[in-house]
Nanobody, 119 residues
Framework: QVQLVESGGGLVQPGGSLRLSCAAS????????MGWYRQAPGKQRELVAS??????DYADSVKGRFTISRDNPKNTMYLQMNSLKPEDTAVYYC??????????????WGQGTQVTVSS
């Protein structure tokens, strides 16, 4: 059973920083692309950042403030969020394309972690 677990969310003041983690566990043969998404109340889920191999991409709204990275031996992805703004408030989800140990390819989502930026 493959699962993704996010952590690191919380309440932070505008201008502050948070680091989110997404750990994949279970029978994993390999992990392809990974990404962070967010969903604010009343809005659609949107892609924040993605990483595949050495290639990264960011939403315009977070460029220069957020950094996505991976630790492949630990099957873990990170999102360093700096200069946070109230509009960054949302539930953040990680997503990964994973080839399981039984060579079954699927897309997995984490359960989400709340990020609230407020004074």
């Amino acid at each position: 059973q493959v699962q993704l677990v996010e952590s690191g969310g919380g309440l932070v003041q505008p201008g502050g920083s948070l680091r989110l983690s997404c750990a994949a566990s279970g029978s994993i043969f390999s992990i392809n692309a990974m990404g962070w998404y967010r969903q604010a109340p009343g809005k659609q889920r949107e892609l924040v950042a993605s990483i595949r191999g050495g290639w990264t991409d960011y939403a315009d709204s977070v460029k220069g403030r957020f950094t996505i990275s991976r630790d492949n031996p630990k099957n873990t992805m990170y999102l360093q969020m700096n200069s946070l703004k109230p509009e960054d408030t949302a539930v953040y989800y990680c997503k990964a394309g994973i080839l399981s140990g039984s060579l079954w390819s699927n897309v997995y989502w984490g359960q989400g972690t709340q990020v609230t930026v407020s004074s």
